[in-house]
């Protein structure tokens, strides 16, 4: 029991942590936050000396041009206009990284405590690197992020996944970051601000409410433990770890030759017949949406806004910028339902296509909400998820979790994981799936399959 | 003995047939090809009626903007100008799809004698389906492609394969097509010009020059062996089936979760930090080719030229027209090299960045050459591998096999695969990685991962 597979769930069933208590990683957050201010305040970008508003070209940038952009987009579905919004270009590609270490027989994953503008408490518990490119090619001088020499170098070390995973297709246009999980096995320094976690740890850490932040969730949710052999003199072993037999089932005994090419089947499907062009539009030329000097604003009902922001962040340093942020209007629901089929779970995922979508079209969760759809236009599967809600029988996971608070000003949005019995899932409209975790823990390992929504949803569940 | 993974496998291991002999299907092609006349000759665009060039956006195109355009293209690295090219533009995706039926408990696949202007021989056999978008939307009216029923209602059937692959990237720009495999079990009708075989049987005729074409091959390549459980119960009697035990290791016994991490790593390594960018230019404004009636000619040393070709078929419909062709100017070589470590094959791949891949970089096979490559730009191994051409005990195959006959004139190109002893192989340059054939296949289920070249030299293995 001393291969990567076992180690990795072995950190997944620890939930107490052997460097680290629970009890003080929580208090050390907390005393982050009691300790960190953050002033941040709506602003005019006329006071900003770096941000500007391009009105020539209909476009939010800076004097650098790094970070990121924003322009206007439209979406047309068989030459039909159907939408536009403003939408977040950032094509560089960025690490989020996490180092993992074997200490007194447990692997550990350093985490670190990290402040956010935009998160609705300042610091959650972040990966062990999160950084741009503008951040480790040191665009604006400054120093390089804490850990970037080990991922600079990760291919000397011992790598678990190396991902370069999509974000939210609603608010970037194609953007994509690199998930990483690396094993080093030589001696680390630990510094401020950082904390080794189990696996098991961090998931129980992810049933509170805004500690555990989306990038976390994207990466843990790629670990992949389908793709060592299992003989059936291991699998008994493995098998003691896991608290549900059907989960056991849904990873190791099950046959992805039937749901991945039915899922393909459906994918390709819409990205060979499905006539979906973006067009790249100035912000000014959007008819609906306002730019002024305070933002970007839709006259009609939406999901966000833009709006400039004056940003100062008190600790052991002062740091003062100011910096555009997507304003959520409201608050998401994601569900993921999961069912048992002959002893063996298996969750609805749907087909989700998004305006900012990398190859048209990715896997998402049950229901991806944003909080402006309306009842009239749910499906009978919504509707029904919908009036579980609120019973707790069906609920396994029911948490308030941040969105990236770099470039989202309190987007908080309700995640939660129910369970719905297969007798009330037989006609499932035609656009939903039922996949083991084994099929999707395959399709995670490869790009722009599984959206962000699925993913980190996937990363909440216990072994 | 009875699933689809060992259904497939027995197809593959019948190489006799039990519909119809390999004799009298090598027969049918060969009377096909006598019966069949293709009178191709260049010809000057100013005869065509459909096609022509437009010297305003410097673009060959047809009269309906149907199947396919040329432009120019110009690659950039680190802002700096690299290398321009004319390249093929065919956004849509096309279908290249078989149906298989289990007849008398033999798994068969029914092909297709099919015609392809630029086949160097004028008959190969083709998938049941291969057509392109404007085939099946009739573009140009006329009857849909035979079967193609089959592969509108796939999700009815049992589905094999079906994932979207990219095709030459060194002549198309992001040119993607549908390889699909299903299983039909209702009756068929057979249609002249298409026969049953197994699997055995059309990789026995991949050892024969240019009789399967290219579609084929990488369809095939596809085929997932790895996606269903193997219980310790089943193995024994899968690893009866194959001839080399190191074979069936490195299908069954294969430790996915260090390849594949670390192959990604490499690729994302390059996607990350290599700054590539490609600009669609007007033909007329690339400055080492010349535009002109007759085609399009590089100055210099060049892979291909295009030209036009006036095309009639004479069979039991005579068919007449023009269209223009990429002509190459001499035969590449694909090597595949296969190792054996601790009893089991890998395959040594590399990374292969073309002007026109889809996203960037893909697996390509151990070499992979253009003509025009002189022995200058070798490197270690590949010297190695020139050598050993000539030495009949490293080759397993060796057989000259074309490109698409309806875009490629007369392109056929030498595809080998040569035996290496690992300890010849202790130091491979830092872009070559040693893969198991599971890891290869795992990543065949995705689109994108592994190029034409690559797909097509695993086709031809046998069990």
Known sequence: ????????????????G???????????????????EVKIKEDSINDSTFWFYDD????????????????GIRLFENEKFVKEQPIIYQPEIGYLGIICKKIDGVLNFLMQAKIEPGNVNCVQISPTIQATKSNFTRAHGG?????????????????????????????????????IIIIVDEEIPIYDNF???????????????????????????????????????????????????????SIFEADCSQTIPRVYNAINNYK?????MTVETPLNQLTDWVVDERGITCKNKADFMVKYYDISIEGREVQHWTQPLFKATGEALFVLVVTEVDNMLKFVVSLKSEIGSFDKIELGPSIQHEHTVTQAEFDVFENMCYKKLDNPECIWNDVMLSEEGGRFYHEQNRNVIMYIDYKELKDLPDNYFLMDFRSLNYLIQVNNCLNIQLRNLLSLLDI
């Not at 460097?19 to 009691?34: A, C, F, G």
């Not at 390089?144 to 190396?162: A, T, V």
């Not at 060979?272 to 979906?276: I, P, R, S, T």
């Open 1 to 16: 029991m001393d291969s990567i597979l076992c180690l990795l769930l072995e950190s997944w069933k620890n939930t107490e």
């Open 18 to 36: 052997n460097v680290n208590s629970t009890e003080s990683i929580i208090d050390w957050i907390q005393e982050k936050n009691e300790t960190t």
């Open 56 to 71: 020539y070209n209909g476009e939010i940038l800076n004097r650098k041009r790094s970070f990121f952009s924003i322009k």
């Open 143 to 179: 120093k390089l992020p804490l850990y970037f020499e080990y991922f600079e170098s990760s291919s000397k070390y011992k790598i678990i996944y190396d991902q370069i995973q999509s974000e939210q297709a609603s608010r970037f246009y194609k953007k994509r970051n690199r998930n």
């Open 195 to 249: 904390k080794w976690m189990t696996l098991g740890q961090i998931k129980q850490l992810m049933k509170i409410d805004n500690i555990v932040n989306m990038d976390t969730r994207t990466v843990l949710s790629g670990i992949p433990y389908i793709m060592q052999p299992t003989s059936d003199a291991v699998l008994p072993n493995i098998k003691k770890l896991f608290t549900s037999e059907a989960f056991y089932n």
């Open 272 to 276: 060979m017949f499905h006539d979906v």
